[in-house]
């Protein structure tokens, strides 16, 4: 995924316009920044173009696409709109390609759905991957995505992170909008991804950064990137 995701030839998804590719081998599972000429005066950065994502199926809503919550209830809840996390993912261009294995309603630290079954640690299948994001960990983790979203009230992104070997931090509360849904677990629960690296979650972090109007609390954009 990574090799084709980097190669030029591929990545280039937005028609006459051509994508510049920095791309040097090093830090396997790790992404690039690719810059697109969108035929405007300057050119625009658009840090992840063409990375492929995945979303945890807890909260976070695509549209058109059911988010089952883990919940045999919500088997087939579709999306009306985008959640404003998942907004920014697409200006900032990642490819969503599907969502990831979650604990009904994300409230234990295990992946064991009755809707979809268990996810298990590629590590070692014989022990935990975590949870409640152990569907995104066990992802990146597998070398599938670079990257995935995940969210984390009381561990559920940081747990199965050290579970599987991979960097889990859970931001501030109010760095990410949770919009339309405005919070979750009192203030508790943020929005973030697991990734391979520090500097992967920085750059994710980056573009996802963008209050909305009507969220009970926000905190301002750093002047200076993560």
Not at 96 to 103: A, E, Q
Not at 152 to 170: E, H, N, V, W
Not at 184 to 212: M, Q
Request: aromatic share 8%.
């Amino acid at each position: 995924v990574v090799e084709i995701v980097a190669h030029p030839g591929l990545v280039d998804r937005f028609g006459e316009h051509p994508v510049d590719v920095e791309f040097d081998g090093s830090g396997f599972g790790e992404f690039k920044n690719l810059t697109l000429d969108v035929g405007q005066p300057g050119r625009r950065q658009i840090v992840e173009a063409g990375v492929p994502y995945l979303l945890k199926d807890v909260t976070t809503q695509m549209a058109g696409e059911i988010t089952t919550n883990g919940s045999r209830l919500f088997a087939n809840a579709t999306a009306l709109e985008d959640s404003a996390l998942v907004a920014a993912y697409k200006r900032a261009g990642f490819v969503i390609c599907g969502k990831t294995n979650s604990p009904e309603f994300g409230l234990v630290a295990i992946t064991e759905p009755h809707l979809w079954g268990p996810t298990l640690n590629p590590w070692n299948l014989g022990h935990t991957c975590g949870g409640s994001s152990g569907g995104s960990a066990s992802a990146v983790s597998a070398g599938i995505v670079p990257a995935a979203q995940a969210s984390d009230g009381g561990g559920s992104l940081r747990i199965p992170a050290s579970c599987c070997g991979l960097f889990g931090f859970k931001p501030s509360r109010g760095r990410i909008s949770m919009a339309p849904q405005g919070e979750g677990w009192g203030g508790y629960t943020v929005l973030h991804a697991v990734t391979r690296s520090v500097r992967d979650s920085a750059a994710i972090l980056d573009v996802s950064c963008e209050p909305v109007a009507g969220d009970p609390y926000y905190l301002a954009r750093p002047e200076t990137p993560f």
